[in-house]
């Protein structure tokens, strides 16, 4: 007996599944979009976490007679804290930072276009930590602050936890949703292929007569679930990519290079090809197990 495969059941002209692979498209779409979205956050914070746990800031105010017991001026008590960095474990270079380079960084706050040659500044220490496992933070603060006790030592990796904990919690967040997406996604099949079921009963007890299987039954709605999905997949591909080239086209003309680094950029169009592969994959043994548990109580 030869079963035409495609035409055995009508499935294509059920109007419960009319709408379906518009639905799979905003799930395709809203899953790629997510976990995009979740990748970028995760190399901003990788990039963000190796910028600033690796340095430290120390800021060495002007220096005033009742600040030190000694008769000492600006340039010796900023060698001796050069010296005390340099010599402490873990510390890797050390660069003062210039005038101009204050002044650009504090230029935001302040407004461009004043007049800030005048503006008193402190001495500003750029320190490289080249192995964070040998610096003990709390004994450099005590060194320095015994040679100048006004010295401010600001080590970002204390308040960058908790921005980095806030971050880390929206990429699991974004991961959670593209969970419940292929969750709903897979419901949807699974109810939507029971409905068929119901519906071709009278055509299915006819296959059943000829010689048709169970495994056959449920190879048919494994196929539609597999032309669904590809629709669907293709349409949710078709937005992604469109999402992603506005947002590459907009980054361009911003400071950021999340969407411009090539290997990110490549990363980002493998997200875009994979989650309608896998939706698909889904999609398909979703149905044929739906299919398959309902034959026994439905046929």
């Known amino acids: 007996m030869a079963l035409n495969t495609y035409a055995d059941v009508p499935l294509n002209a059920d109007p419960s ?4 692979p518009w639905i799979v498209a905003l799930m395709v779409y809203l899953a790629t979009i997510s976990l995009m979205v979740a990748f970028s956050v995760n190399s901003i914070i990788h990039r963000w976490d190796a910028g600033f746990s690796a340095c430290l800031t120390v800021e060495i105010p002007s220096i005033n007679p009742s600040d030190v017991s000694e008769d000492v001026d600006n340039g010796q008590i900023r060698g001796r804290i050069i010296q005390t960095l340099l010599k402490t474990p873990g510390i890797g270079s050390v660069r003062t930072l210039s ?3 204050i002044l650009k960084t504090l230029e935001p706050w302040l ?6 040659s005048q503006l008193p500044l402190p001495t500003l220490l750029e320190v490289e930590i080249s192995q964070r496992d040998h610096l003990n933070g709390d004994f450099l603060k005590k060194a320095l602050k015994t040679i100048l006790p006004t010295i401010i030592v600001e080590d970002h990796l204390g308040w960058q936890r908790s921005i980095l904990d806030l971050a880390y919690s929206a ?9 419940m997406i292929m969750l709903a996604a897979i419901g949807t099949i699974a109810f939507t292929s029971q409905t068929s079921l119901i519906i071709h009963r009278n055509i299915i007890e006819i296959l059943y007569l000829v010689g048709a299987t ?8 494994q196929n ?3 032309r669904v999905g590809i629709k669907g997949g293709f349409v949710g ?10 947002l590459q086209f907009f980054a361009s003309h911003l400071d950021t290079t ?5 290997g990110s950029s490549m990363t980002l169009w493998a997200i875009a090809l994979i989650v309608p592969f896998f939706i698909t994959i889904f999609m398909m043994l979703a149905a044929r197990f739906a299919v398959r548990l309902a034959l026994k109580y439905v046929i």
């Open 214 to 221: 169970d495994a056959y039954i449920a190879r048919q709605f």
């Open 237 to 246: 591909f078709l937005l992604s990519a469109m999402t992603f080239l506005a």
């Open 99 to 101: 005038r101009e380079e």
């Open 258 to 262: 999340i969407f411009r680094d090539g």
């Open 224 to 226: 539609h679930a597999l």
């Open 17 to 20: 599944g009319r709408f379906v």
């Open 171 to 179: 990429q699991v967040i974004g991961l959670l949703i593209v969970c």
């Open 111 to 116: 407004g461009e276009g004043n007049d800030l």
